[in-house]
């Protein structure tokens, strides 16, 4: 069947949809500023791929006349896999087309093991799990630790994962797995979970911080030390930056003998989990930084993930106060500070997340599009392709 003409127009209206479940086709006409006869041809083409459906409950009040009919993604066409892939373990989320979850595993890594091979390790790990869903794998989002491009799907360099020579991890994949595949930097990951959200609620300008205990490869003990990466958010926008470093963190007070990313010496900071002290001079220091950032960036919101949630309590109130004493004006806007939304699973949640957010893309001259994977209306054509309208 043919595409219509403008295939931006199927990812605009698609979007709408995702985002404002139960939105008539009216609605969407305003919103966008497509006339109501191309609205319904591409609502139609979308119920005949079987990417939406209608549904009795719609947004738009009912005022008298033809009551509005709702329009929603499809429940059931099919499936998206979300991974976090640390150095000691993976969590694996299935989400269905409209952001539900279906099923969540959490695993150990294996030591030794390359990047590629440890994903395909998971993968062939979980590949019944999927199987057992019944519905079609449409496509796989990745986040872990490190500089990632994720437009060429690359990852440059991995202190964590001991990677310093860049891989192309979406070519070596290409041989193993035939839907699309992106990866992203984890902290990033947690910024599309919290952009998951519907449009009026999306936070627009907010920083995304990461703390995990992971094993320091430097300690023959394998001790756990604290990792932190931060994902930074501009008006609804994930920034990468030019090299896809922003975010990569590393306290001003750092000591260049220091292989962690704070003042505190590298065994200093191996006993946070059992020393009150050590715990009070990070969260002194992170708190600080944080603050710097929020100030400087004019930032409304700050989400906390990872193990660094456990100590939401004790962090709130100090980085508040930090955020105020870093301010020069008397008046300071209130600082939301939270959760993340999908706790542990946030990470996972938020790669799968953003494979659907790339679906969204558009480029009114191909040139612009600066991504070497499908996105946009080539992704939602692969997505067609294994699609079963009815099912």
């Known amino acids: 069947m043919r595409i219509v003409q403008n295939s931006n127009n199927i990812i605009r209206v698609l979007k709408s949809i995702w985002l404002k479940p139960g939105i008539?086709?009216?609605?969407?006409?305003?919103?966008?500023?497509?006339?109501?006869?191309?609205?319904?041809?591409?609502?139609?083409?979308?119920?005949?791929?079987?990417?939406?459906?209608?549904?009795?409950?719609?947004l738009t009040p009912y005022i008298g006349g033809r009551k509005p009919i709702g329009l929603k993604i499809s429940e059931d066409i099919g499936i998206i896999l979300g991974l976090e892939i640390q150095t000691d373990y993976f969590i694996a989320i299935l989400i269905g087309v409209n952001g539900e979850i279906i099923q969540r595993i959490k695993g150990k890594v294996r030591e030794g093991r390359s990047f590629l091979d440890t994903f395909l390790d998971i993968y062939r790990a979980i590949f019944k799990k999927i199987e057992e869903t019944g519905l079609p794998l449409l496509?796989?989002?990745?986040?872990?630790?490190?500089?990632?491009?994720?437009?060429?799907?690359?990852?440059?360099?991995?202190?964590?994962?001991?990677?310093?020579?860049?891989?192309?991890?979406?070519?070596?994949?290409?041989?193993f797995i035939h839907v699309p595949v992106f990866i992203e930097n984890d902290a990033n990951c947690g910024c599309w979970a919290e952009l998951a959200f519907p449009e009026n609620d999306r936070p627009q300008d907010f920083l995304f911080v990461l703390g995990e205990f992971r094993k320091a490869r430097f300690f023959g003990d394998r001790t756990h030390l604290l990792a932190i990466g931060m994902g930074i958010v501009i008006k609804g926008q994930v920034h990468h930056g030019k090299e896809f470093s922003a975010g990569e963190y590393q306290s001003p007070q750092w000591l260049p003998e220091n292989k962690t990313q704070f003042s505190m010496t590298d065994k200093e900071l191996?006993?946070?989990?059992?020393?009150?002290?050590?715990?009070?001079?990070?969260?002194?220091?992170?708190?600080?930084?944080?603050?710097?950032?929020?100030?400087?960036l004019n930032l409304t919101q700050v989400s906390l993930a990872g193990g660094l949630a456990d100590y939401v309590d004790e962090l709130m109130p100090y980085l508040k106060e930090e955020v105020k004493r870093n301010w020069s004006y008397e008046k300071h806007n209130d600082l939301v500070i939270r959760v993340a939304p999908k706790g542990e699973d946030t990470v996972a949640y938020g790669a799968a997340i953003m494979l659907m957010e790339h679906l969204f893309l558009t480029y009114e001259n191909p040139s612009e599009n600066p991504w070497s994977q499908k996105v946009g209306i080539e992704l939602f054509n692969s997505f067609s392709t294994l699609i079963k309208p009815g099912v």
Do not use: M, W
Not at 156 to 173: Q, R, T
Not at 270 to 277: A, P, Q
């Open 270 to 296: 191996s006993e946070i989990k059992t020393d009150r002290d050590i715990v009070n001079r990070v969260k002194a220091e992170l708190c600080r930084d944080v603050a710097y950032l929020v100030n400087i």
């Open 139 to 175: 496509g796989i989002g990745i986040g872990t630790s490190g500089i990632i491009d994720t437009h060429e799907g690359v990852i440059c360099d991995s202190n964590p994962l001991g990677i310093h020579v860049a891989e192309n991890f979406s070519e070596e994949i290409k041989a």
């Open 24 to 58: 008539s086709r009216i609605e969407i006409s305003k919103q966008i500023g497509l006339d109501k006869s191309t609205i319904t041809v591409v609502v139609n083409r979308l119920k005949t791929l079987g990417f939406i459906e209608e549904i009795s409950e719609s």
